[in-house]
């Protein structure tokens, strides 16, 4: 019998092909999922067969000393939430039967995968996108049966048309441009750009489409008590309820409020003139690049001088994102930080950003301030954050899930495990570059206000999806809280109501983290430092940091 390791393994990257490349698992890179609603019913069947083997082999342990004491259990037990969560959402109006930008998102970022990442010769990936292109038209004529003609919410539905604005883009002049960067077969262009027109017509006609459908309703973008709670019970694994949960995180962010006040009040405000101040302190337009650079030096120098983790050799370096994905990035969900695929081997990671425009750059740079580049773009993501995670999860983990959870793929990462700590410890690696000193005071103003944003999230993610906080009312508190901008704060709640769970997972895991680096700071006594703390949590891989910590507080109960 194949271990249910193997056949998870099998599973996901046979049944998802898009994550497969984006994890550097490249046998499927010429193909897209079959989400027709036979591949859909023998999807959820081979889910639940899955699930029954995990449950007869590993049988969910009565405590986490089990789970420290064997990854083959812990990965059971991740395996087994992950089939119990997708049957959930697949069962729900926010899986590929009700929300038309997961259908959009995969197809165009199936390409995306395959140009943007060197991991194999260009004839090969130019080969493998030429057979994903051929097929989109039949996979989006299979959206258009799974999402029937059932109306849809507009903000779903204004998501996935930006994604087919961003495909026209992409499958017209950037497939060009991608075959004319490097050396490829002459052979190999005509059916890639005869495939590539045609995919840009099927997104054309399923764009035609999509306009037709009606609009659900506000009502809608609600997935119910019940799906959110198994996400937030078995995806996060938290042992708190919804309600405890939401009690916690509104009285945190009343404190949040009253603490960006008095920051910003230090640092010359209120919150508005201090993010202007913070605007218009931006790098000049030939330093532009260098800035990056600089203060990833700074950061990773103020990191290992204070011996706060391990941060091995794993390089990183600044540039332009492809010409060849350039027009189609604004259109799309388009990170400029995608974590490295962990089966891919690297020498140097390249971190992408637009290029200035041409002519004035002001307005642009004041977008690209020198606190948004230390505190977003280094410190969360290239540098202490994010990328030194994954290279923890990719190297130290023994986890299977662990290692591939956080892997982002089209529409959001691999594995719902995964959220948590990727996004906990990207948001807790600021709170402790402000704790070493890194932090000038309107830049601690700025931290507290992302701070005050993740609470807001957390509150909207906990409140929306059971009815109990209206659209309108998420919006404004966005707006009243979080003193941002009505059509931003639309965008947030939009992202929060297709994807339950995932707004108030950065908050659930900074949160965990420091609830439990201050139980192992007590238990642990004079043998507790910043490193041997961080390098144990990090070891677990991308896994939930509420089983993180049960299993670290195991270890020395």
Same mark, same amino acid.
């Given at each position: ?247 916690? %995180? ?112 002001? %307005? ?123 059509? %931003? ?29 201050? %139980? ?38």
């Amino acid at each position: 019998m194949i271990d249910p390791f193997s056949r998870f393994l099998d599973h996901y990257y046979r049944r998802r092909p898009v994550n497969a490349t984006f994890t550097g698992m490249h046998v499927y890179d010429a193909t897209l999922p079959d989400w027709s609603p036979s591949g859909l019913v023998s999807l959820e069947g081979e889910l639940r067969t899955l699930l029954a083997q995990v449950n007869d082999l590993y049988p969910a342990p009565s405590s986490a000393r089990e789970y420290r004491d064997d990854v083959d259990l812990l990965d059971a037990e991740l395996i087994r939430a992950f089939c119990e969560t997708q049957l959930s959402e697949n069962a729900s109006m926010h899986g590929m039967r009700g929300n038309p930008a997961l259908w959009t998102g995969e197809a165009v970022f199936s390409i995306v995968a395959l140009m943007i990442r060197d991991f194999g010769p260009l004839d090969d990936r130019i080969r493998a996108a030429t057979e994903r292109l051929k097929a989109i038209r039949e996979f989006l004529d299979h959206a258009r049966v799974a999402l029937g003609e059932r109306p849809i919410p507009a903000p779903w539905t204004a998501r996935a048309l930006r994604d087919c604005e961003g495909a026209a883009l992409l499958f017209t002049a950037g497939v060009a441009q991608w075959m004319a960067s490097g050396r490829h077969s002459p052979a190999n262009e005509p059916p890639a750009l005869a495939a590539a027109t045609n995919a840009a017509v099927a997104f054309h006609d399923f764009a035609d489409w999509l306009r037709t459908r009606g609009d659900a309703g506000q009502q809608a973008m609600a997935c119910g008590a019940e799906h959110f709670d198994l996400l937030l019970a078995r995806g996060h694994q938290s042992g708190r309820t919804r309600g405890a949960l939401l009690d916690d %995180a509104r009285f945190q962010l009343d404190e949040a409020c009253r603490a960006l006040d008095t920051v910003a009040h230090d640092a010359g405000g209120p919150w508005s003139v201090v993010q202007e101040h913070l605007a218009a302190d931006h790098p000049k337009a030939d330093e532009y690049f260098a800035t990056f650079e600089h203060q990833w030096r700074v950061c990773h120098r103020t990191a290992l001088d204070a011996n706060a983790v391990s941060w091995p050799d794993w390089p990183i370096s600044f540039g332009e994102i492809p010409v060849w994905t350039r027009e189609a990035a604004p259109y799309l969900d388009y990170p400029y930080y995608r974590s490295p695929a962990p089966l891919d081997p690297y020498d140097e990671y390249e971190y992408t950003i637009p290029p200035l425009p041409l002519g004035d750059a002001t %307005a642009y740079l004041r977008t690209w301030s020198h606190s948004t580049i230390k505190l977003c773009h280094v410190m969360h993501h290239a540098g202490i954050g994010h990328h030194l995670q994954n290279w923890h999860a990719y190297h130290r983990s023994n986890s299977r899930v662990g290692k591939i959870a956080a892997v982002r793929c089209a529409n959001r990462i691999g594995v719902v495990c995964g959220e948590t700590l990727a996004e906990g410890w990207a948001c807790y690696a600021t709170d402790v570059m402000e704790e070493l000193g890194a932090l000038l005071p309107r830049e601690r103003a700025a931290a507290q206000h992302a701070r005050v944003v993740r609470l807001v999230r957390a509150v909207v993610d906990l409140s929306l999806h059971d009815g109990s906080l209206s659209v309108e009312d998420a919006v404004a508190l966005f707006v009243a809280r979080a003193q941002m901008e009505r059509a %931003a704060a639309r965008t947030e709640v939009s992202r929060c109501s297709m994807f339950p769970g995932s707004a108030l997972s950065s908050w659930l895991g900074v949160q965990g983290i420091h609830d439990l680096r201050d %139980a192992l700071r007590e238990r642990w006594g004079d043998g507790f430092s910043l490193k041997r703390f961080h390098d144990e949590l990090l070891r677990f891989g991308s896994i939930p940091v509420p089983l993180i910590a049960r299993l670290m507080l195991a270890e020395v109960a």
